[in-house]
């Protein structure tokens, strides 16, 4: 090998060094998915605990329903389905059932309240809790109303709020504790939703969001290009 491919070969050797340092330094910057629905929560795990035992179901979507109308101008497809209703999941078990449907962010245009999720219970045994983890996907559930107190990007949440049967007021029989709290202080991993009496049908709020890894915007091609020039120049002019 001659002197000038071996002093090549030194030059592309630090190119190399310097950029696997750039890369392992490179940060990465959690953004949110804040527009999930219930066919978006693949993963997620629902436990009902009753004093006959414990059932643990995986989410699954049920309906993927857009129904898109034909519009004009820049949106010529547009959904006509308010609040992505047609957008659901759920899980079914022995003797109960759980769905959600809409944006998880909840809408009111009363007396319809949108996003819900539906709770229903025909078995006898007496409700102890229901808990919805989120461990190993990368859903969170989303408690800070305000965006301007989110400085973590998943924008406004929405506290857990339950309705009695057929919506006819605000239920007191259930309560949500909050748990696994992820690095920021108003986003969760999991959910436990306490019976205080028997509810054997209700409906809730609690908004969830997905986190999205995104790579730092960095200059590392454009520093390996840069570098490259100029160990071909330097090899060029000897």
């Given at each position: 090998m001659n002197t000038k491919s071996k002093m090549l070969n030194k030059w592309m050797l630090g190119a190399a060094l310097s950029?696997?340092?750039?890369?392992?330094?490179?940060?990465?910057?959690?953004?949110?998915?804040?527009?999930?629905?219930?066919?978006?929560?693949?993963?997620?795990?629902?436990?009902?605990?009753?004093?006959?035992?414990?059932?643990?179901?995986?989410?699954?979507?049920?309906?993927?329903?857009?129904?898109?109308?034909?519009?004009?101008?820049?949106?010529?497809?547009?959904?006509?389905?308010?609040?992505?209703?047609?957008?659901?999941?759920?899980?079914?078990?022995?003797?109960?059932?759980?769905?959600?449907?809409?944006?998880?962010?909840?809408?009111?245009?009363?007396?319809?309240?949108y996003g819900l999720w539906t709770f229903v219970y025909s078995g006898s045994d007496i409700l102890e809790s229901l808990v919805l983890d989120a461990f190993g996907t990368d859903l969170v559930f989303d408690t800070q109303l305000t965006s301007a107190f989110a400085p973590n990007n998943s924008g406004v949440g929405r506290e857990f709020v339950a309705f009695e049967a057929a919506l006819n007021g605000i239920s007191t029989d259930v309560s949500a504790t909050y748990l696994d709290q992820v690095a920021s202080d108003e986003l969760y991993r999991k959910v436990s939703i306490d019976f205080n009496q028997q509810a054997p049908e209700f409906s809730f709020l609690i908004d969830v969001d997905k986190a999205v890894n995104v790579s730092e915007p960095s200059m590392l091609l454009v520093f390996l290009s840069g570098l490259a020039l100029v160990v071909r120049r330097k090899y060029n002019a000897k």
């Open positions: 950029v696997t340092t750039l890369f392992s330094n490179a940060s990465v910057i959690t953004d949110y998915d804040t527009l999930i629905t219930g066919a978006d929560m693949t993963g997620l795990k629902v436990t009902l605990n009753t004093s006959g035992g414990t059932e643990t179901l995986d989410w699954a979507m049920l309906t993927n329903t857009l129904n898109p109308v034909t519009g004009g101008g820049l949106t010529p497809a547009q959904e006509n389905i308010v609040a992505s209703e047609g957008l659901s999941g759920g899980v079914s078990g022995s003797d109960w059932s759980l769905v959600q449907q809409g944006f998880t962010g909840g809408d009111f245009d009363l007396p319809n309240i």
